[in-house]
């Protein structure tokens, strides 16, 4: 398969995760919009490594290990941003993005 | 003649006779119908402290007999402190004059308060009845004590507010209402003339102390060749009109006879003890300022009100009134005395007229008291009902008839003398003028009073009704009553003429009696002596005649004179003419003052009004449209910009993202586009 069919997937996921990020009514779903768009750029990582090192070797693994460390960062990401999520609703009671708007003052 | 001693101790004594009743009065006033009995025993204590310390220090006075005794408590309070020319000071002037008058005021003033007691018993202002009362004893003692025309002038003014206010008391009757405005603005016009009076001397001799200002006179005579300069003689006739007033002399005794719409008590106090008093007390502290043609005027003021009074006196019917028109003719007599030069006859007149006009007038507060009318017509034989009454008035009224050993017999035989060694030594009928009207009131005198001891308490009474339900008076309206005719009796024995003689001495202008005048003093007391005997019992003879043994009528002889005594019973209608003249025209000047304040002070005040009511609608135009205007302007179109920003600050991190994602987007356009 060749190499645009890949980033075409990864603009998608891109393009959905924002779209979910900006428009979705439920915080949750936000977070999870995050995850697309960082799944997206590691699609990307991936996909350029296999292009740029199709025999394998070291060039190969350094795109796959930026993929592991975005992985990883999700994964801190995630923690933290489930916690504030939470923080958020016991202090709005909703997990509504729209309803809080305590950034105006 | 030893000479008396005055330290501190006196001088507070003295001072406090006046500031006693002055602090008597605010207590009253403020707190004395709170207290038990409405707090009358407030005032009536005070005047009983201030009548003790007078009489002391008098008595002290009298222990070491020196007439001519005079002591200072100079600048005791400064008012207007400063330099010698611009500063007024008050203090103490204490001489037989003021001993005297101390003494009298206090005591008679005391026994009026007393009077009151049981006259003003259940009266509606029983409280401030007393409170004024009060504030008029401390005006007259005040007045006496005082060592300076200006803290006289404040007491002399105290008085005429206080006479305005007793008089007035009952205020709900009109015709009271009227007679104590008429009482304030009659003296008013002696009371401005008095003031003009002041501030002349002040401006020439600048200082208010009598002392000082009578060792200036003798230096003012001197320097202007031993006549009288013009601005001195105008001074002493100011002066004197202030005394015309408050005495109630012609042409400004109108207002003495009203101010019977007064209680009797306060009729009692202004007749003997205060306010006329006062007239008479400053004609004789001023007489160095009387010229000698001004005091001629003087006599012959005070001796025509003498006869005057006394003929009017003679036709009323009203008690009080007659009283009242005695009042205007002693003290006429007083004055008449003064003028002529006899000083001391008029003062010594002065403090026994105190003592029995009081006595007559609580008398017949007594007599008015049991009957409830003050018409002699509807009395008559009270005299079985109210023995201590009857018997007080009758030795008051011979003392006023003249009558010998009685105290107005000293007194009058004094004046009189005085008046015919006045006419002797000029020998001319201007001179001679007052001695013959003198002589005639004196007549009248006994005649009119007998009148009225007659009508009220002899002869059979007119009225059954009132007689029955007559009945004496309780003590404290009689003891006060013996204590005065006690002193109409001896006052004339207790200090004579001589105990007032120093005053007159020294002065420039007066006769020392030595020589030709001395025998002319001599002749002239014999004749006064007689003659005044003579007058009185004529008077009193013809009084027997007509209203006891009826051997004529009066009302035949009314009706035989009528035009003439229809004229006299109208007081020669003087109040009427006063109210076609001077009140008219005092009313056309205000109509004429209104009008002028109407149209031209009005309109002049309309008229800047208007001009800076339509400069302030400019003003207040162009404040509105074109400054509110352009602060408006910068307003709104803030406003408005901030309602543009505030759409993007939404608040909601959703937005937020959108418009970072349209940014990003933006930028790549132009970049790729750039490319």
């Known amino acids: 398969m060749s190499l645009g069919a890949y980033l075409a997937v990864a603009t998608a996921l891109f393009v959905l995760g924002l779209a979910m990020m900006i428009a979705r009514r439920n915080l949750l779903y936000v977070l999870m919009g995050i995850e697309l768009i960082l799944n997206a750029a590691n699609l990307n990582f991936v996909a350029f490594a296999r292009y740029a090192a199709p025999a394998g070797g070291e060039a190969a693994l350094r795109g796959q290990v930026f993929a592991l460390i975005v992985i990883l960062l999700a994964v801190a990401e995630a923690a933290v941003a489930l916690a504030i999520v939470l923080h958020a609703y016991s202090l709005f009671d909703t997990v509504r993005p729209e309803e809080p708007d305590l950034l105006r003052e | 003649m030893a000479d008396i ?13 006046p500031l006693i009743p002055l602090g008597a009065f605010f207590v009253q ?34 222990t070491v007999w020196n007439p001519g005794f005079r002591v200072e408590w100079k600048e005791a309070f400064d008012w207007i402190p400063g330099p010698a020319e611009s500063r007024a000071s008050f203090g103490i002037l204490y001489d037989n004059l003021s001993a005297t008058m101390t003494a009298a005021v206090g005591l008679i003033a005391f026994l009026i308060h007393l009077f009151s007691v049981g006259y003003m018993h259940g009266d509606r202002r029983y409280a401030s009845f007393f409170a004024h009362l009060c504030l008029f004893s401390f005006g007259m003692l005040g007045l006496v004590l005082s060592d300076n025309f200006l803290s006289f002038f404040a007491c002399w003014e105290v008085m005429g507010l206080c006479s305005y206010l007793l008089i007035g008391h009952f205020s709900e009757k009109p015709s009271a209402a009227a007679a104590c405005k008429k009482a304030f603005l009659t003296t008013r016009i002696g009371d401005v003339c008095l003031f003009l009076g002041i501030a002349i001397l002040w401006t020439r001799l600048h200082t208010f102390r009598f002392t000082e200002l009578w060792d ?6 001197a320097e202007n060749g031993g006549a009288y300069p013009g601005w001195l003689v105008t001074a002493g006739l100011l002066i004197f009109a202030g005394a015309v007033g408050k005495s109630a002399q012609f042409p400004l005794h109108v207002w003495l006879p009203d101010a019977m719409e007064g209680p009797t008590p306060v009729s009692a106090m202004i007749h003997a003890a205060t306010m006329v008093a006062a007239g008479v007390f400053l004609t004789a502290r001023a007489f ?17 009100t003498a006869i005057f009074a006394a ?12 009283l009242a028109y005695s009042t205007v003719s002693q003290l006429g007599f007083m004055i008449a005395g003064i003028g002529v030069g006899g000083i001391a006859a008029g003062l010594f007149h002065m403090v026994t007229h105190a003592a029995f006009k009081a006595c007559l007038f609580l008398g017949s507060g007594s007599v008015i008291h049991a009957v409830h009318t003050q018409e002699m017509p509807q009395m008559g034989g009270l005299r079985r009902r109210m023995p201590i009454t009857y018997g007080t008035m009758l030795v008051s009224t011979l003392a006023i008839a003249g009558v ?24 001319s009928i201007l001179h001679a003028l007052p001695a013959i009207f003198l002589f005639t009131a004196a007549g009248m005198t006994a005649f009119y009073m007998f009148r009225l001891i007659l009508l009220t308490f002899h002869g059979e009474p007119r009225d059954a009704h009132k007689f029955e339900h007559a009945h004496e008076s309780p003590w404290v309206m009689t003891v006060p009553l013996t204590i005065l005719g006690f002193f109409a009796v001896t006052g004339g024995w207790i200090f004579g003429e001589n105990w007032f003689l120093e005053l007159g001495k020294g002065l ?8 030709e005048a001395a025998h002319h003093e001599h002749e002239a007391h014999g004749i006064a002596m007689w003659g005044s005997i003579g007058v009185a019992g004529a008077g009193i003879l013809l009084a027997f005649a007509f209203y006891q043994w009826r051997k004529f009528s009066a009302a035949a002889w009314a009706e035989r004179w009528g035009p003439v005594h229809r004229w006299v019973k109208n007081k020669y209608y003087v109040d009427e003419f006063y109210l076609a003249t001077v009140v008219r025209f005092v009313m056309f000047l205000t109509a004429v003052q209104r009008w002028f304040d109407v149209w031209i002070v009005d309109g002049l005040v309309n008229l800047v009004g208007g001009i800076g009511r339509a400069a302030a609608a400019v003003s207040g135009w162009f404040d509105r449209w074109v400054v509110d205007g352009a602060v408006n302007l910068v307003g709104w179109l803030t406003q408005l910009w901030g309602g543009v920003a505030r759409l993007f600050q939404t608040g909601r991190v959703q937005t937020y993202v959108a418009w970072g994602v349209a940014g990003a987007v933006g930028a790549a356009s132009v970049v790729l586009w750039m490319a």
């Open chain 2, 5 to 17: 001693v005055f330290d501190g101790g006196d001088f507070a004594r003295l001072a406090a006779v």
């Open chain 2, 29 to 62: 006033t403020l707190v004395g119908r709170f207290g038990p009995r409405k707090g009358d025993w407030i005032p009536v204590g005070a005047l009983a402290i201030a009548a003790a310390l007078g009489i002391f220090e008098f008595a002290k006075c009298l």
């Open chain 2, 216 to 221: 200036a006179v003798p230096r003012v005579l």
């Open chain 2, 288 to 304: 160095l300022f009387l010229s000698p043609e001004a005091r001629i005027a003087v006599a012959l003021v005070g001796s025509f």
């Open chain 2, 311 to 322: 003929t009017i006196g003679i036709c009323q019917t009203d008690i009080k009134r007659v």
């Open chain 2, 404 to 427: 010998p050993l009685f105290a107005g017999f000293y007194s009058k035989d004094a004046i009189l003398s005085s008046t015919l060694v006045h006419a002797m030594e000029h020998g």
């Open chain 2, 508 to 515: 420039p202008g007066m006769v020392v009696a030595e020589g």
